[in-house]
C-alpha cells in the first residue's frame, strides 16, 4: 500500500475488510494458499488453509483487512499469510461491482473482485448470509457487508 501523501477534507468509511463497528462476530485463522485480497470471501483449502472462493468452494468467511503484515501484495494477504476470516456475524467493509440497494442479497464476482446482486454464474459465486448493509452507488463504490451465516 502506497503512502498517503495528499488529504482530502473527508476521510473514506472504511476500507475493504474493515470491520464496522464492535458488534458480536466470529472469526478464525486460516493459512492463505494463494493471495486473498482483504474483504474477499474465502474458501475452504485443505486442513487449516485457506483460499480464494471459487466455484465449488466451501464459504468459511470473509478476509478481515489487516494493515500490519509483512506480505508485499498491499492490500491483501500472500500464500502463506495467516487470514483472520469473519464467519458469522457484523459488518465488513467491500467494494462493489456495480450499484447495491441496503439489504440486496450478494454474490462474489471472481472476475472483478468485487461484490454484486448479478444471479450466480461462471464467475459470479454465492456468498450465503452476506447482504448489503449499506447501498453502493457505483462500480469500485465502499460499502458494508453484512455477515449473517451459520457455519457448517
Known amino acids: 500500500m502506497a503512502y498517503q501523501n495528499g488529504y482530502t477534507q473527508f476521510q473514506p468509511d472504511g476500507f475493504p475488510g474493515m470491520l ?3 458488534e458480536n462476530w466470529n472469526g ?13 470471501p474465502a474458501q475452504r483449502s485443505g ?3 485457506c483460499a480464494p472462493l471459487v466455484t465449488g468452494g466451501e464459504f468459511i468467511g470473509i478476509a478481515i483487512g489487516h494493515h500490519v ?19 458469522e456475524a ?9 450499484a447495491i440497494s441496503v439489504g440486496a442479497a450478494l454474490n462474489w464476482n ?9 444471479s450466480v454464474s461462471g464467475t459470479v459465486i454465492a456468498v450465503p ?23 457448517s
Open 20 to 22: 464496522g463497528n464492535m
Open 28 to 40: 478464525l485463522t486460516r493459512t492463505a494458499t494463494a493471495t486473498i485480497a482483504f474483504g474477499a
Open 47 to 49: 486442513d487449516k488453509q
Open 69 to 87: 503484515i509483512t506480505s508485499t501484495n498491499g492490500d491483501s494477504y500472500g500464500q502463506y499469510d495467516n487470514v483472520p476470516l469473519a464467519d
Open 90 to 98: 457484523g459488518k465488513i467493509g467491500g467494494l462493489a461491482d456495480a
Open 110 to 118: 471472481t472476475a472483478s473482485g468485487r461484490y454484486t446482486t448479478a
Open 129 to 151: 448470509g452476506a447482504e448489503a448493509d449499506t447501498a453502493a452507488a457505483a462500480a469500485g463504490s465502499f460499502f458494508w457487508v453484512r455477515l449473517r451465516r451459520t457455519p
